[in-house]
């Protein structure tokens, strides 16, 4: 196996990676969750608090101006759907979920970053995000409500992050090559032989988890220590069939050259670019969970501008036209020309593709489940092997 050498950054490929993302907000049954997601009427978060921001007012973010600064994964930058209001963005692109954390910490780097229910226990720590008075975001109610009243994005002081986009990762496969993989046992076939390719990202271990039925089927991040094991062993008898590890993007170009059949795991917005050149890859829920993204506030922001600029990014004729552009599904609206399987309705995503939530950078004490840190460790430690 080789590791993917190719320089195929998300800054190159202009797509993203699905940043983690998610929460525990599938808790309950599954009826209630599907319920929620058919409706968006139910109670809103919107008495958050507005400490941060005193004084500032509904009149003000509708008559701001200018031009904000984003944080963000590049394929969710469509100026047609978020720049279309009379605040404009300038986004620099999020390469790795991994250096956000370091990225935003510096005072006057960004107005505006791109978020994740996953990691919010990362960002909480840096004191740079500030809590957002979603009275002033006249379409934060639209948003489907289940993952509007996510506790994930709660802190001290109120809400610190507004849903932006829901995007399952999926397995690729080439549909000309290899029929679409159903078990995890089914990428151990012989045919298979270095012909797999895994992308390079810790998040990648609970979809293996969630693949191979090992942890909470409603909350893919509880795996417990003891369970992370059986992953890693899956791994090892997995390594004969990896071709490389890719970063984000680099699975479209081992698809196009015909180095790989099967990708696991990759997204909506990579399976065009994935399909040239004889391949025609199509997508399986194998392993899937999904990734929501959100928008947070720095504290030294333009905040009527960022108010603004957010309030457009979410309004539906923003979010449906970012989706239809970037392959992913809206948090108000149903996008259209979506390929299949995620093409569905959001509680039917949801279903098959439940959302991967908060887990902490370092396991406090008596938590029972791996930590960030423990699944860092993991993958650097099976990487460490090849």
Same mark, same amino acid.
């Given at each position: 196996m080789?590791?993917?050498?190719?320089?195929?950054?998300r800054?190159?490929?202009?797509?993203?990676?699905a940043?983690?993302?998610?929460?525990?907000?599938?808790?309950?049954?599954?009826?209630?969750?599907?319920?929620?997601?058919g409706?968006?009427?139910?109670?809103?978060?919107?008495?958050?608090?507005?400490?941060?921001?005193?004084?500032?007012?509904?009149?003000?973010?509708?008559?701001?101006?200018?031009?904000?600064?984003?944080?963000?994964?590049?394929?969710?930058?469509?100026?047609?759907?978020?720049d279309?209001?009379?605040?404009?963005?300038?986004?620099t692109?999020?390469?790795?979920?991994?250096?956000?954390?370091?990225?935003?910490?510096?005072?006057g780097?960004?107005?505006?970053?791109?978020?994740?229910?996953?990691?919010?226990?990362?960002?909480?720590?840096l004191?740079?995000?500030?809590?957002?008075?979603?009275?002033l975001?006249?379409?934060?109610?639209?948003?489907?409500?289940?993952?509007?009243?996510?506790?994930?994005?709660?802190g001290?002081?109120g809400?610190y992050?507004?849903?932006?986009?829901?995007?399952?990762?999926?397995?690729g496969?080439?549909?000309?090559?290899?029929?679409? !993989?159903?078990t995890?046992?089914?990428?151990?076939?012989?045919?298979?032989?270095?012909?797999v390719?895994?992308?390079?990202?810790?998040?990648?271990?609970?979809?293996?988890?969630?693949?191979?039925?090992?942890?909470? !089927?409603?909350?893919?991040?509880n795996?417990?220590?003891?369970?992370?094991?059986?992953?890693?062993?899956?791994l090892?008898?997995?390594?004969?069939?990896?071709?490389?590890?890719?970063?984000f993007?680099?699975?479209?170009?081992?698809?196009?050259?015909?180095? +790989?059949?099967?990708?696991?795991?990759?997204?909506?917005?990579l399976?065009?670019?994935?399909?040239?050149?004889?391949?025609?890859v199509?997508?399986?829920?194998?392993?899937?969970?999904?990734?929501?993204?959100?928008?947070?506030?720095?504290?030294?922001?333009?905040?009527?501008?960022?108010?603004?600029? +957010?309030?457009?990014?979410?309004s539906?004729?923003?979010?449906?036209?970012?989706?239809?552009?970037?392959?992913?599904?809206?948090?108000?609206?149903?996008?259209?020309?979506?390929?299949?399987?995620?093409?569905?309705?959001?509680?039917?995503?949801?279903?098959?593709?439940?959302?991967?939530?908060?887990?902490?950078?370092?396991?406090?004490?008596g938590?029972?489940?791996?930590?960030?840190?423990?699944?860092?460790?993991?993958?650097?430690?099976?990487?460490?092997?090849?």
């Open positions: 080789e590791l993917f050498e190719a320089g195929a950054t800054r190159e490929f202009l797509r993203r990676n940043a983690i993302g998610g929460t525990a907000l599938l808790g309950g049954s599954l009826a209630t969750v599907l319920d929620a997601c409706s968006s009427s139910s109670s809103s978060s919107s008495t958050s608090s507005s400490a941060a921001h005193s004084g500032l007012t509904l009149a003000q973010v509708q008559q701001a101006s200018g031009t904000i600064k984003v944080y963000g994964w590049q394929f969710y930058e469509v100026p047609k759907a978020q279309n209001g009379p605040v404009k963005s300038k986004w692109p999020i390469a790795s979920s991994t250096e956000i954390p370091t990225k935003i910490k510096p005072p780097t960004f107005d505006v970053f791109i978020s994740n229910s996953n990691q919010m226990g990362s960002f909480f720590p004191h740079r995000m500030v809590p957002i008075n979603t009275s975001l006249p379409n934060y109610d639209a948003i489907v409500a289940v993952l509007r009243n996510d506790p994930a994005w709660k001290p002081g809400i992050a507004v849903p932006f986009a829901v995007t399952p990762g999926v397995t496969y080439d549909s000309s090559k290899v029929a679409p !993989p159903q995890m046992n089914d990428l151990l076939n012989p045919d298979l032989k270095g012909q390719g895994v992308y390079d990202d810790p998040s990648v271990l609970f979809q293996f988890a969630r693949g191979l039925g090992i942890g909470d !089927p409603l909350h893919p991040q795996i417990t220590p003891d369970q992370l094991p059986q992953v890693t062993d899956y090892n008898k997995l390594r004969p069939q990896v071709k490389t590890l890719y970063p993007g680099g699975e479209a170009q081992l698809f196009n050259r015909g180095d +790989i059949k099967v990708a696991f795991q990759t997204f909506g917005s399976l065009t670019s994935s399909s040239k050149n004889g391949a025609k199509k997508a399986s829920f194998l392993g899937s969970v999904s990734f929501v993204d959100a928008l947070s506030i720095l504290n030294d922001a333009n905040m009527a501008a960022s108010y603004n600029w +957010i309030n457009n990014a979410i539906k004729q923003a979010q449906v036209t970012m989706a239809a552009n970037a392959l992913t599904n809206p948090v108000v609206g149903q996008a259209s020309g979506l390929p299949a399987p995620l093409n569905a309705p959001l509680a039917v995503i949801l279903k098959h593709a439940p959302v991967l939530g908060p887990a902490p950078p370092v396991a406090p004490s938590y029972q489940y791996v930590s960030l840190e423990d699944l860092n460790n993991a993958w650097t430690n099976f990487k460490s092997n090849f």
